[in-house]
């Protein structure tokens, strides 16, 4: 009996005594949303968080969700160094930082272009930021932050729920360190764009948005690819989701729209009599998006024609990327390096300390082979009488 | 355990102990059991003269013994004057005696015990016997459908207090005479019978050996109710798991003596006590057995979810939002941070404030009256809830989680079980809110830790999971067609295998021909 009593104390003193350290309260964190990282002009970095403001439903239980006031504010800083600067804009808060949810991290060009290795090291040391962020850069990272949301809640949801539909390419912070200390130490992250709109009523809306991928080199920024070029990037990295490709046939005067159905790549390294061959195989299919022109899509001469200049132009894509990347650029965003030093493992080992002028001189083979699967509700162009 | 019973022993008083047998005397005999009987109104001494030649008396307590079956059947063939020269005067005696049960008693404690059921004596004058009658009458309730269990599709009989009845009960149901039914008495004041029952050939012997020792050795001063013998014979006294299934409905008892089980009967109560029974016993109901498979298999899921969300689901909620905020989706984690903005509590503070409201709402449910209470309970949970989220004492999240919880709790079939776990919660919230998930994770082992230990009359409580056995894994996943349940739960070794012809599943070539 008496031991009873004696564990039940001592366990009710554990319990209650511990102050169980690790607890802190939702309502005493300020949540981290966004980050931005600029450099500005003494070489200072200027940090800047985008926190959530939780919006309290005071009276009548049930109030109108998102009645007044915006859903997260800005602050910043600037430091020596992020821990430096975060330290400063913690003094500014009555709140904890809690990096826990925070899946958006902008890097502005300047701060890209002298190296990002540093700051990446701060996020990947610390246990609570998310390895699965994605990282962005932009123009002025802070200007995007302070964009007001257009369709999500607050303008970093916007971004990432973009990135999700692969109008760039998708670029965790795991990924990206993977890249970088992998064979080919080169890295590729979205580039972020502000556009203006003219809405009705004379507003000017601004907003952020993917455009084009910024090509890093050893943790610096190197060039970036314009929207085009991307998109032969995305074929080749295998993540396309969605994409429309429109050729023209013959001389027709009308256009074939074509969106993706499946779509399979592989990239097959060669090395023969000491010449190095990438092949790179496409195989896609198809179905008809929009159909102008006066072509009878139901014939099978029809779709072969369809299917060559559908080929073609994914040739030029592909083509108009490798060229960017091997030749203007030299950096290995497509990891070439890590297939070859899979496959041939003996003669990677002798130029791994070249690659930078090894690369360019692989020769890359693009191999396409494209089908079209289906077109749509309606067999003949809607548009054009087939008597003209 | 020895210990409790020893010191409740010192300082019972033993009641009065008649070691005497019936003398030939009817006086001594009157004497003695008016001594006995003393201060007691309602027994009934009546002296009348058997054939107006001899001195006799009939002892019955009022109110127990039917009184007109004793007038009809006793006193009025026997106050005449009859001739009986021919046969001696028992044989005579008991031919006008039209009672269909009589016996012989001796000795003074077998009278009193015989006058305790309701049972009258006719003490005789120059006889050292007395006889007893078989005239047993009591107020019994009507066979009706047991609250506690109602089912939509089923037989609507339950127990009733009255042993009997209720082993007449269990008799039309299994009428072979393979259903053994075995009495005895416990209790020093209250001599409750109780009955063990089985089937023979299906049972394992050494239980109903083992269940009678253990019986023997119960030594109080009254059985109430089954829980009283379920509380003094069960292996694990310190478990808060019910190691015996409870319940009022003989087809419950019927199916699980069939399955090789044995159940006890206690007089004066509906409740019967089955054993051996694993911890899935408790989740299943009846009821599952009276439906289609597939969807009794799918309900039977969503108890055991719902079973691991009345345990869990709080400690969960207080541990992640305390510790790890950043578990959540990044919406969800909004709307609770807006909501939980107004209160001044923290999180695992308002847990308990809720969680404590709530059993006490359930409680007092229970005395309401049966009209309104089912009513209030829920409404004015739900009612209290909406008031004090809008006074800002507690996070609307948190009444969600909190009626989810308690719903979850009702799902569990068996009262009891329901109550071990809505108990066990507890110590599951402080461990969440002081360790985390890793204190969630710490009560879980330490729960199944000891559900493997407990054993319920030596078989194991979470067989056929914890000593796995792969033939009776169907029954706690989903239920099988009937066609499909050949064999027999496997409960304690040697058993009878086989409970029905294989093949039974219906097919058109089975159809009625041949």
């Known amino acids: 009996m008496k031991i009873i009593l004696h564990s039940i104390f001592y366990i009710g003193m554990l319990i209650l005594l511990t102050g169980c350290w690790d607890k802190v309260e939702i309502n005493d964190q300020a949540i981290i949303t966004a980050t931005a990282f600029d450099k500005d002009d003494n070489g200072q970095i200027d940090l800047t968080l985008q926190i959530f403001i939780p919006k309290s439903f005071s009276t009548g239980g049930t109030g109108s969700p998102g009645s007044a006031g915006p859903v997260t504010f800005i602050t910043s800083q600037k430091g020596d160094n992020i821990a430096d600067a975060l330290s400063k804009i913690q003094g500014k808060l009555s709140r904890k930082l809690f990096w826990g949810q925070c899946k958006v991290f902008i890097f502005g060009e300047e701060v890209a272009k002298s190296g990002i290795g540093n700051h990446v090291d701060y996020l990947l040391r610390q246990p609570q930021p998310r390895e699965r962020g994605l990282l962005f850069v932009a123009n002025k990272a802070k200007k995007v932050l302070e964009m007001p949301a257009v369709l999500e809640r607050y303008s970093s949801e916007g971004i990432k729920e973009q990135s999700k539909l692969t109008t760039g390419i998708k670029v965790t912070l795991k990924d990206f360190e993977e890249m970088l200390i992998g064979n080919s130490s080169a890295a590729a992250l979205p580039y972020l764009k502000i556009s203006k709109e003219k809405q009705m009523q004379g507003q000017t809306d601004k907003y952020a948005h993917i455009y084009g991928t910024a090509i890093f080199k050893n943790d610096k920024m190197i060039g970036k690819m314009s929207e085009r070029e991307t998109r032969g990037l995305l074929w080749i990295k295998n993540e396309l989701r969605d994409y429309t490709v429109t050729v023209r046939v013959n001389d027709d005067h009308g256009e074939i729209s074509l969106n993706p159905v499946s779509a399979q790549i592989n990239l097959i390294p060669k090395i023969q009599n000491n010449k190095w061959t990438m092949i790179i195989k496409i195989k896609t299919e198809g179905s008809i998006a929009l159909n102008t022109t006066n072509l009878d899509i139901t014939t099978s001469k029809a779709i072969k024609t369809i299917e060559k200049a559908y080929q073609k132009k994914i040739h030029g894509r592909v083509q108009l990327a490798i060229d960017l990347i091997q030749h203007k650029l030299n950096a290995d965003i497509v990891d070439f390096a890590k297939k070859f030093h899979r496959k041939y493992p003996k003669e990677w080992e002798r130029v791994e300390k070249r690659w930078n002028e090894k690369f360019p001189e692989v020769d890359v083979v693009i191999d396409v082979e494209a089908h079209v699967k289906r077109q749509g509700y309606i067999n003949d162009s809607a548009g054009r009488k087939k008597s003209d | ?514």
């Open chain 2, 1 to 514: 355990m020895n210990k409790l019973f020893k010191s409740s022993k010192k300082e019972k008083q033993q009641p009065p102990k008649p070691q005497n047998v019936l003398q030939n005397n009817i006086d001594a005999n009157i004497e003695k059991f008016r001594s006995i009987y003393d201060n007691c109104a309602d027994v009934v001494f009546r002296s009348f003269l058997i054939f107006e030649k001899k001195l006799a008396m009939i002892i019955y307590i009022e109110g127990l013994s039917n009184d007109e079956r004793i007038e009809e059947s006793i006193l009025t063939p026997l106050i005449k004057n009859q001739d009986h020269e021919q046969q001696p005067f028992d044989e005579f005696l008991y031919n006008k005696i039209t009672v269909s049960k009589i016996n012989k008693v001796h000795l003074f404690a077998d009278c009193i015990e015989s006058i305790s059921i309701g049972n009258p004596i006719i003490l005789i004058d120059g006889q050292n016997y007395a006889l007893s009658l078989g005239l047993a009458k009591s107020e019994k309730r009507a066979v009706e459908e047991p609250e506690s269990e109602a089912v939509i599709k089923g037989p609507r009989e339950g127990f009733v207090e009255s042993l009997s009845v209720n082993t007449t009960l269990l008799r039309r149901i299994i009428k072979s005479p393979a259903l053994k039914i075995k009495t005895m008495k416990i209790g020093k004041y209250t001599t409750t019978t109780i009955a063990i029952t089985y089937v023979e050939g299906l049972v394992d012997k050494t239980l109903i050996t083992e269940v009678e020792n253990r019986l023997k050795r119960i030594n109080v001063d009254g059985i109430l109710e089954s829980e009283y013998i379920e509380e003094l014979i069960e292996d694990n006294p310190y478990s808060p798991f019910p190691q015996f299934l409870s319940t009022e409905r003989p087809d419950v008892v019927c199916s699980n003596l069939l399955e090789g089980r044995m159940a006890i009967l206690v007089e004066g109560t509906p409740f019967s006590i089955i054993a051996p029974i694993t911890f899935f016993s408790l989740l299943q109901t009846q009821e599952d057995y009276y439906q289609r498979y597939i969807i009794s298999s799918l309900i039977r899921w969503l108890r055991y979810l719902f079973t691991g969300i009345s345990l869990f689901l709080p400690a969960i909620y207080v541990a992640i939002t305390t510790f790890h905020q950043e578990m959540i989706p990044g919406t969800l984690l909004f709307s609770i941070a807006s909501a939980r903005e107004t209160v001044p509590f923290p999180a695992i503070v308002e847990v308990l404030l809720m969680e404590i409201t709530f059993e006490a709402l359930r409680e007092a449910g229970i005395r309401l009256p049966k009209q309104i209470g089912s009513a209030i309970s829920i409404v004015g949970a739900l009612v209290i809830g909406q008031a004090a989220v809008q006074a800002g004492l507690v996070s609307a999240p948190m009444v969600i989680v909190v009626a989810i919880t308690g719903i979850a709790s009702f799902l569990i079939p068996r009262y009891v079980a329901g109550i071990a776990i809505r108990m066990l919660r507890f110590p599951i919230i402080l461990l969440g809110s002081s360790l985390g998930l890793l204190g969630i994770m710490l009560g879980v082992i330490a729960i199944a830790i000891h559900l493997c230990s407990l054993r319920s009359l030596g078989v194991p409580y979470l067989t056929p999971l914890a000593p796995i056995q792969k033939s009776e894994l169907h029954s706690v996943l989903w239920r099988n067609p009937f066609w499909k349940m050949d064999k027999r739960p496997h409960l304690t070794g040697n058993y009878n295998e086989y409970r029905q012809v294989q093949n039974l599943k219906p097919r058109p070539e089975k159809g009625g021909e041949s």
